[in-house]
Structure formats: structure tokens, C-alpha cells
């Protein structure tokens, strides 16, 4: 589910409460400082500074206000709900990516391959903080506590990782042309991002069309990629810069 479709699905009732607000923040930063705190232990032997860790956190929740104004015009164009799950997903990677750009990727800072991995997933875990803020105060301001519990264990297990996953594509892609010539990172940022794209849309496409007693089969794949992520981090750890050998 998008930004938009989150806002425009949920908020038709009055504004929420200062409780209700503050429990919704509470439901969104929990989930995504959990998984931040399981990632950052990946860099743990050059950690990134905490400031560039903080500043490109708030803006893939910043990144979120762009993602709902231009998925309101896709979702006012675009009559054909999956192709508008598929453009949705794109906006949302697209943007994620924007927020590390700006913040992380030309910091000099960013001076290792996995570096630009972290900071994907540092900015991907922003906003689905705040995805998930939205998405928990739908139950919390009609009174269902138990209902926005379950909704945040979900978002945890499901949506919370896509965003990971999809925005650690990406920053593998860079992290493994790290020490390669600037043609050859535009290609692999093209693949990558193409590649999250492709992976979010595949997952609302596989929400919206799936019953809810079969919803976590669908998140298996997700774990599944998890795992996958896992092993990539360890693939970009062993780049290194590629020596000449000029023969005597």
C-alpha cells in the first residue's frame, strides 16, 4: 500500500489525538530502530558517523511528504490499479534513492563499498517509520488497540523489510562498483534500481491480490530475501580495488 492510498483509505475521520499521535510515533520508530540497530552491526568495525546515520534517517521520512504528492498525481492519472502499484513502487524507490544521494553518497564519508548499503538502509528505514506511523493511526484513533498491534507486527515482519531490501539492492549495486569507473556505477544504479522497482511492485501486486489468510506467504519471500541480503553484505565487504600488473 502507498503513502497516498494509506492517507486517503484511513484519514476521512477527524484529526487524531495527542495520545494517538504519540503512540502512532511510537508504533513507527520502535519497529524501525529495531531493524536499523540488526543492520548498523554489519559496519560495526568502521561504523558510520552518527550524524550522517541521523540525517539520512530523517530524510527518508522526508522523502515520504514528496512520495505522497506525486502518488496522488500517478493515483489521478493513472485509472489501472496495478499499473498505479507498479508507478507507486517506483516513486517510492526513486525517492528513497534521492534521499541517500543527497545526504550520504557524495559525503566523503562514504568511503567503502558497503557503506552505500548502510546508508540505503538507513534511509529506507526512515520511511517506512513513518509508513508506518500513517498505518497505525487508522486503528489507534477509532479506539482498536489490538488491531493496531497486529497492524505494526505486520508492517515489522512484511513491509518495514521490503524497504530494506529493495533500497540494499540498490546499494549493492553500488558498493560492488565501488572502485569501478563512474559509466560503469550509472549502469549498475540503473540494474539495481530497476531491480527494487521490481521487487516492491512484486510485493503490492502479491498484497493486493492475496486473501489475508495467505498474507504470510507472501511476506516469506521476503525473508527469504533477507537472507539473500545477508549474504550480499558479506559479497560487498570482499570488494576491493582492482590492482594492474604491468608485466616487465
Request: glycine share 4%.
Amino acid at each position: 500500500m502507498s503513502i497516498y492510498e494509506i492517507l486517503a483509505s484511513r484519514y476521512t475521520i477527524s484529526m487524531p489525538s495527542s495520545y494517538t499521535l504519540i503512540y502512532a510515533i511510537i508504533a513507527g520508530l520502535v519497529p524501525s530502530f529495531i531493524w536499523l540497530f540488526f543492520w548498523l552491526r554489519e559496519d560495526a568495525t568502521d561504523s558510520e558517523p552518527r550524524s550522517m546515520l541521523v540525517g539520512t534517517f530523517i530524510a527518508g521520512m522526508l522523502a515520504v511528504i514528496a512520495a505522497l504528492f506525486v502518488e496522488k498525481y500517478i493515483s489521478d492519472m493513472v485509472s489501472n490499479e496495478s499499473t498505479r502499484y507498479i508507478w507507486w513502487a517506483a516513486t517510492e524507490e526513486i525517492l528513497k534513492f534521492i534521499a541517500v544521494a543527497i545526504i550520504a553518497l557524495n559525503s566523503h564519508y562514504n568511503d567503502e563499498p558497503i557503506d552505500a548499503m548502510i546508508y540505503c538502509i538507513v534511509a529506507a528505514l526512515g520511511f517506512a517509520a513513518v509508513e508506518n506511523m500513517l498505518f497505525a493511526m487508522g486503528p489507534l484513533s477509532a479506539g482498536s488497540i489490538a488491531e493496531s498491534v497486529v497492524t505494526g507486527n505486520m508492517r515489522f515482519i512484511g513491509a518495514s523489510l521490503v524497504h530494506t531490501v529493495c533500497s540494499a539492492v540498490i546499494g549493492f549495486s553500488l558498493g560492488l562498483t565501488f572502485y569501478r569507473h563512474w559509466i560503469v556505477k550509472v549502469i549498475a544504479l540503473l540494474v539495481g534500481l530497476s531491480a527494487a522497482i521490481t521487487l516492491h511492485a512484486a510485493f503490492n501486486l502479491s498484497i493486493i491480490s492475496t486473501s489475508g489468510s495467505d498474507t504470510l506467504r507472501v511476506f516469506a519471500w521476503v525473508w527469504a530475501a533477507v537472507v539473500i541480503l545477508i549474504v550480499l553484505f558479506e559479497e560487498v565487504k570482499a570488494v576491493r580495488p582492482r590492482t594492474t600488473i604491468r608485466k616487465v
